[in-house]
């Protein structure tokens, strides 16, 4: 028992990133009709704004400290973070550290200016054009954030850790009463799960209950209707890009210290949340994130010795053997809706 | 009229006939003739063939491995401090280039991939005339580059390759190992762990799905086990996985004690980190501490994982801290020229390159079957590691290996990994027909010269 519930919690902290990737996917098709395959670059690009400002944060100058050496034997050069000189060293400590949460707030003004910028220099260009070609385009472009980022930053990855405060994992089977040490949870996947679940809430709650919201939900069913009562509904779809952008890479931001980020991170999690999107239902935000937590649960359990031992490679062929199920059972998903790519 | 036409094709077939007479000398002492091997050096430089991982997951590797080669061409050619020229035991190299030729180069990129590692191999030897390719940051790589050197007639000099196949079941006479091997991690490793955390242990392996995860897995499990381990479970995890926490949660369920992750780049990185962020260390299972063991440590890797490699043991070819003068003068010129210092797979690729140009010296000759007489059982000193031989039965180094442990107390990020055994080299030392080698049908075969 103990067993199925800490896959259980794995599955909702994998199933939250492919959820949050999954719903920002959802959310520029829905609106724009746009399949965007740069998704995943989106999410990397999220980030390595936590790793930029873990870098920032902790940009030196230099002090010779004679009474040690360096490799060579050369009087040791100690980097000094200039926080300290702003902020005094306990004070720039915690600055330093709390750099992932920080990472949010530096990243939603670059995600969202990022996100203007594809969709007004090139995404726009190609709603009118067949699937295949936006898929193309946007692949295209994964692939060339990818290669910049690796010609900035390497191609090993780069450890980001999370604040000491978060650093380590709690006894969650002693709180349900099991054996001490048989479930162990690491505080920051709780805290991943947590925020994945306030994201999705709070874009539902933008989109159900604000009259921007409203707006973008009538131009997702009826755009030239919308168009013709006079709202510049392009514009709140070119903020929807950048919402959508925002929810990315602020996803990736606070995967950071689960896995240290590195420039393929962003492909290895795009087909996965294709996946999720194509299981849930093209264009349904709810089927979004009900797909990423099942197949995230089913991915975990999937990895389990019994199951691969049981069905040699079933770990990596889950996703897909479900979906296939899925689709021929629902062809729209689990709540798709019907129209929605069928023309 | 008659006379005249006779006369003309006499003076055709006599001019033939000198002109073939003539021109015989310079086909037998042509490139494909005289020296009989692929790729002779006729000019005033010979060309040799860096082939390294430029992209891909392990591009950053093969960067240092591309500063070592270009730091090797340097002092070769005379240029620089030299390096380990100086104290390296054979005096054959004089800093001129090889037997006089100044030494060029030319890289390719591996990709980490092993049909494009061959397609850049080949290009190299077919239109650049590379007359020895080196290079690799993969056993998957090694072994298909190695095999297209031995068809091709070229010497293969081996980089990064960790793989017992390497100069196991998939040896080749025109290939070379430095580096060292799976069986000699598990050989090191398992008595320092054996020391440090008991006889009395249970192992569980989570090991890449691949060659080099199943040699080495199969090395760690069999040495831990002769000093009383038990392996409790194996689990193979895909190449491609980023989030190890479904194969870790299970360790949690187990009844081990100890996880040993057969694991690579960034595949360690991610799968330490999910370990240490599962609260394993923290561990206490059958009434001892839970511990986690790295087979095969790199700085690079190192730096990846961050702090949570404090404390935990590996093996593994060099370290830049190591104190011999070799060691200590490579350090100082790749230092002074880069601005830090070189990792494991620097230092093995800067010592094939000058290993691969002394024997060409006192072969005297490019002939790779030359080279390979020059190589076989050859023993020098002063490269690192001490005393080292490359033995003629399957032309793998032997010298001390290093069990390494990650640093407590860090004073740079360099300063990742310290030395707690050097390994003697009899304790790492195995037969070439040892069954994790291929046993005693794995065979050199060979020399191929060859055009």
Request: glycine fraction near 10%; aromatic fraction near 10%; charge should be negative.
């Amino acid at each position: 028992m103990d067993a199925i519930i800490l896959q259980i919690l794995n599955g909702l902290d994998k199933g939250s990133a492919y959820a949050l990737i999954a719903l920002g996917l959802t959310l520029i098709f829905g609106t724009l009709g746009v399949v965007n395959f740069a998704h995943g670059a989106l999410f990397m690009l999220g980030a390595f704004c936590a790793v930029t400002l873990s870098q920032i944060l902790t940009l030196s100058h230099e002090v010779i400290d004679d009474t040690r050496t360096d490799f060579l034997g050369n009087p040791l050069k100690v980097d000094v973070p200039y926080v300290y000189d702003i902020f005094g060293q306990a004070a720039g400590d915690t600055i330093i550290d709390w750099a992932v949460p920080l990472g949010i707030l530096f990243a939603i003004p670059i995600m969202a200016g990022i996100g203007i910028a594809m969709e007004r220099g090139l995404i726009k260009h190609f709603y009118k054009r067949p699937h295949a070609d936006q898929i193309l385009v946007t692949f295209g472009l994964a692939i060339v954030l990818q290669e910049i980022i690796k010609y900035f930053y390497g191609a090993n990855p780069i450890p980001t850790p999370a604040p000491d405060a978060f650093i380590g994992s709690f006894d969650f089977g002693a709180m349900l009463g099991f054996d001490p040490g048989s479930i162990i949870y690491p505080y920051w996947r709780l805290v991943y799960f947590l925020f994945a679940m306030t994201i999705i809430a709070a874009v539902f709650a933008f989109l159900q209950f604000t009259t921007f919201g409203m707006v973008v939900r009538a131009g997702m069913a009826d755009r030239e209707t919308v168009g013709l009562l006079g709202i510049n509904i392009d514009k709140r779809f070119t903020i929807m890009f950048a919402i959508a952008a925002c929810v990315a890479g602020v996803a990736g931001v606070m995967y950071a210290p689960i896995n240290s980020p590195n420039y393929h991170m962003g492909m290895d999690f795009l087909v996965l949340s294709f996946v999720v999107v194509v299981v849930g239902g093209m264009g349904s935000l709810p089927g979004a994130v009900a797909a990423g937590f099942l197949l995230g649960i089913l991915e975990s359990f999937a990895s389990m010795s019994w199951a691969i031992n049981l069905v040699p490679g079933i770990n990596q062929i889950i996703i897909y053997l479900v979906a296939i199920i899925i689709l021929l059972t629902r062809p729209r998903g689990l709540m798709g809706r019907k129209g929605v790519m069928e023309d | 009229m008659s006379n005249s036409e006779i006369s003309r094709r006499r003076v055709l077939k006599t001019g033939a006939a000198t002109g073939a007479g003539l021109a015989l000398p310079t086909i037998f002492t042509g490139a494909a003739w005289s020296a009989g091997f692929t790729n002779e050096p006729t000019g005033s430089t010979v060309t040799l063939g860096f082939n390294v991982p430029q992209s891909g997951p392990y591009a950053d590797e093969g960067a240092d491995e591309l500063r070592a080669y270009e730091l090797a061409v340097e002092h070769l050619n005379g240029g620089g401090d030299g390096g380990m020229m100086s104290t390296f035991s054979s005096k054959a190299l004089q800093g001129n280039g090889i037997l006089g030729k100044k030494v060029e180069y030319v890289t390719g990129d591996t990709q980490t991939k092993s049909d494009a590692a061959r397609a850049s191999a080949r290009s190299m030897i077919e239109k650049d005339g590379a007359v020895m390719i080196t290079g690799g940051s993969s056993s998957g790589v090694a072994v298909a580059v190695q095999a297209l050197c031995q068809e091709a007639g070229i010497i293969f000099m081996a980089g990064l390759t960790h793989s017992n196949d390497t100069t196991g079941k998939d040896r080749k006479a025109n290939g070379f190992r430095h580096f060292f091997n799976s069986y000699m991690s598990g050989a090191a490793l398992a008595p320092i762990l054996a020391k440090n955390y008991g006889t009395d242990r249970k192992a569980y392996h989570l090991t890449a799905d691949y060659n080099w995860g199943y040699t080495t897995e199969e090395a760690v499990r069999s040495s831990t086990e002769a000093m009383g381990w038990e392996t409790v479970n194996t689990v193979l995890t895909p190449l491609t996985q980023t989030d190890f926490s479904a194969y870790i949660t299970p360790v949690l369920q187990s009844d081990a004690d100890v996880l040993v992750l057969n694991h690579y780049g960034g595949n360690m990185v991610n799968s330490l980190t999910n370990a240490v962020q599962f609260g394993l260390r923290d561990r206490v299972v059958n009434g001892k501490n839970f511990e986690i063991v790295v087979p095969l440590y790199s700085r690079l890797m190192a730096k990846g994982a961050g702090a949570n490699v404090k404390g935990i043991f590996g093996s593994t070819n060099w370290h830049w801290s190591l104190q011999d003068a070799g060691s200590q003068a490579f350090v100082r010129s790749f230092g002074t020229k880069y601005g830090f210092p070189p990792s494991q797979a620097a230092h093995t690729c800067y010592v094939q390159a000058l290993l691969y140009a002394d024997a060409v010296e006192r072969a005297g000759s490019f002939n790779p079957c030359a080279v390979d007489e020059a190589l076989s059982d050859f023993e020098f000193d002063g490269m690192g590691n001490g005393p080292t031989l490359y033995r003629a039965a399957d032309h793998q180094c032997f010298k001390d290996v290093l069990v390494v442990r990650g640093k407590e107390n860090p004073t740079s990020e360099f300063d990742l990994l310290e030395i707690v055994e050097v390994t003697p080299v009899e304790q790492v030392t195995y037969a070439p027909d040892h069954p994790q080698f291929g046993g005693a049908e794995a065979t050199l075969g060979t020399c191929n010269p060859g055009a």
